[in-house]
């Protein structure tokens, strides 16, 4: 997204070098040049992240944000990284120390430093802070505390075509054994989630109607590990997962430990496939990973960045996803099926086109029954949404009154295993 002030600076340049050529450049010209510049220099982003380059979550975020600050010509220097911070005080330590060095915004990346961040964004009402993934910016009237994140779901949602496409295949081959079924005859699939917080439901949800949409004959299980970060923990859920007969395992954790854990499942010759998130999976899953929903977090700081720096207000919510390319899955690995890229492409024009929602309840039921009504807002704190009805048109509105994820519904189909 090009900026005001890069256009600025677009109209600057010309002119100037139109003036040189008639031999009327102006003093004034060259000052104003010189005076954006100096101005720039001084702009500093500070990143407070809970984990580093070998974490795939925060992995995508700097990625993210390092283009962003190249696209907006900001210097190494301009960017300050604090890095592994815990989602505790020492969040509101670092963002103080960040504001001291002169920060003009400030983002944290995980939803655990959203308290501490709000806190900082009271203290320091002259800087923009920004808590991704949080949902209590539009509640707290603060002018300068800020929430954002994608809509992943709807990545998550082709995920599972992929995967989808995948069970069929297995199936039209003959390669599904009984034991990878359940008593109703339900293919299984597995899903290591971190901790049972509506982004991951909503994820896992997404990833199932996605599959569904595909081979109406499954069944998933969710295994949590309650850490984001875990590549012991989230290798041993996928490990328990397929002993219990899952064919594919989906995940909503940072780690590589379920594709490799996959990975060699399938070379002892188990039938499983992985599904990961954050980042390519296929240098640790070669042959078992088949693609990951993903984030291209450069959309939204490349915005972000670029309004605290023309001196504009951050969006109090902001969630974007296909339509603006905020999300996406990573390369289709070789043990994809046949046809699995037409189908891709198919469903991201229809979630473009709005033609495809998500969470249309026509597609899924609760305790048997299709759900008519859920609030999407949380305005006591209790982690329940009370308020905002979610459902109308037909469809869950996810992301719609509140940047985070807050489809919280427990749907048929998918079982929580602890």
């Known amino acids: 997204m090009k900026k005001i002030l890069a256009l600025i600076l677009a109209v600057v340049f010309v002119c100037?070098?139109?003036?040189?050529?008639?031999?009327?450049?102006?003093?004034?010209?060259?000052?104003?040049?010189?005076?954006?510049?100096?101005?720039?220099?001084?702009?500093?982003?500070?990143?407070?992240?809970?984990?580093?380059?070998?974490?795939?979550?925060?992995?995508?975020?700097?990625?993210?944000?390092?283009?962003?600050?190249?696209?907006?010509?900001?210097?190494?220097?301009?960017?300050?990284?604090?890095?592994?911070?815990?989602?505790?005080?020492?969040?509101?330590?670092?963002?103080?120390?960040?504001?001291?060095?002169?920060?003009?915004?400030?983002?944290?990346?995980?939803?655990?430093?959203?308290?501490?961040?709000?806190?900082?964004a009271k203290k320091y009402p002259d800087i923009q802070f920004v808590a991704m993934t949080g949902d209590t910016a539009k509640a707290s009237g603060l002018e300068n505390f800020s929430n954002a994140f994608t809509r992943v779901?709807?990545?998550?949602?082709?995920?599972?075509?992929?995967?989808?496409?995948?069970?069929?295949?297995?199936?039209?081959?003959?390669?599904?054994?009984?034991?990878?079924?359940?008593?109703?005859?339900?293919?299984?699939?597995?899903?290591?989630?971190?901790?049972?917080?509506?982004?991951?439901?909503?994820?896992?949800?997404?990833?199932?109607?996605?599959?569904?949409?595909?081979?109406?004959?499954?069944?998933?299980?969710?295994?949590?590990?309650?850490?984001?970060?875990?590549?012991?923990?989230?290798?041993?859920?996928?490990?328990?997962?397929?002993?219990?007969?899952?064919?594919?395992?989906?995940?909503?954790?940072?780690?590589?430990?379920?594709?490799?854990?996959?990975?060699?499942?399938?070379?002892?010759?188990?039938?499983?496939?992985?599904?990961?998130?954050?980042?390519?999976?296929?240098?640790?899953?070669p042959d078992a990973a088949l693609t990951s929903a993903t984030n291209n977090w450069s959309v939204y700081y490349t915005y972000a960045i670029g309004a605290a720096l023309n001196g504009e207000k951050i969006d109090t919510n902001w969630a974007e996803g296909y339509e603006k390319d905020a999300v996406a899955i990573t390369d289709l690995g070789a043990s994809v099926a046949e046809g699995t890229a037409e189908k891709v492409e198919e469903a991201i024009a229809g979630i473009k086109a709005g033609t495809l929602q998500v969470f249309d309840t026509k597609t899924f039921t609760v305790n048997g029954e299709e759900v008519t009504s859920a609030f999407a807002t949380d305005t006591d704190g209790d982690f329940t949404p009370d308020a905002d009805e979610a459902i109308f048109d037909g469809y869950y509105h996810e992301s719609y009154f509140q940047s985070a994820p807050s489809f919280q519904l427990r749907i048929d189909g998918i079982t929580e295993l602890n």
Not at 51 to 74: F, P, R
Not at 238 to 261: E, F, K, R, V, Y
């Open 16 to 120: 100037g070098a139109l003036a040189a050529c008639s031999g009327t450049t102006t003093e004034a010209t060259k000052d104003e040049a010189a005076a954006t510049t100096a101005a720039n220099a001084d702009f500093k982003v500070g990143v407070i992240l809970v984990g580093d380059e070998n974490e795939g979550y925060t992995y995508a975020h700097m990625q993210g944000i390092q283009t962003a600050a190249d696209s907006l010509g900001l210097s190494a220097d301009q960017i300050i990284w604090k890095y592994n911070i815990p989602e505790d005080e020492t969040c509101f330590d670092t963002a103080a120390d960040l504001a001291d060095q002169g920060c003009s915004v400030i983002f944290t990346n995980s939803y655990g430093h959203q308290s501490y961040t709000q806190d900082a």
């Open 153 to 285: 779901y709807e990545s998550r949602y082709v995920s599972g075509i992929v995967a989808g496409m995948k069970v069929k295949e297995l199936l039209d081959a003959g390669k599904v054994a009984d034991s990878n079924k359940d008593k109703d005859g339900n293919v299984k699939i597995g899903y290591v989630g971190a901790y049972p917080y509506a982004e991951v439901v909503s994820g896992y949800t997404a990833f199932y109607l996605g599959i569904k949409s595909v081979v109406s004959e499954v069944a998933m299980e969710v295994q949590y590990t309650n850490s984001w970060f875990d590549i012991t923990a989230e290798a041993e859920a996928a490990n328990a997962l397929m002993a219990d007969g899952c064919i594919i395992i989906g995940q909503h954790a940072d780690s590589t430990g379920a594709p490799s854990a996959v990975q060699a499942a399938l070379e002892s010759g188990k039938t499983a496939y992985s599904v990961g998130y954050n980042v390519d999976m296929l240098s640790v899953a």
